[in-house]
Nanobody, 124 residues
Framework: VQLQASGGGLVQPGGSLRLSCAASGRTFGTYGWFRQAPGKEREFVAG????????TYADSVKGRFTISRDRADNTAYLQMNRLSPEDTAVYYCAATSRSLILSTMARENAYDYWGQGTLVTVSS
């Protein structure tokens, strides 16, 4: 099983990017987005269940980032708006076949599959 994360790039402060997470021919019960900034530990960004509306976000991105899905092509998305330099990081998508409860979505060890990461740089 492969997860393919894409959509990263260089964007100016205040700009937007949309990251994609595509699985090889299947969907999972829960998807998560994590990020790792230079010199920092990886942290949770957002998570959601493929079925239903259960979503959760880190406080640092609430109101700016939105996670969504496209059932037609089995792709999860992370829409990132009002980006700031503090959002600069390598972003990873993760997935598990299980439908996680909200309290576990932020745990890295709850996910079984990880994408390779896509770099987001916010700079003027």
């Amino acid at each position: 099983v492969q997860l393919q994360a894409s959509g990263g790039g260089l964007v100016q402060p205040g700009g937007s990017l949309r990251l994609s997470c595509a699985a090889s021919g299947r969907t999972f019960g829960t998807y998560g987005w994590f990020r790792q900034a230079p010199g920092k530990e990886r942290e949770f960004v957002a998570g959601f269940r493929w079925s239903g509306t259960t979503t959760t976000y880190a406080d640092s991105v609430k109101g700016r980032f939105t996670i969504s899905r496209d059932r037609a092509d089995n792709t999860a998305y992370l829409q990132m708006n009002r980006l700031s330099p503090e959002d600069t990081a390598v972003y990873y998508c993760a997935a598990t076949s299980r439908s996680l409860i909200l309290s576990t979505m932020a745990r890295e060890n709850a996910y079984d599959y990880w994408g390779q990461g896509t770099l987001v740089t916010v700079s003027s």
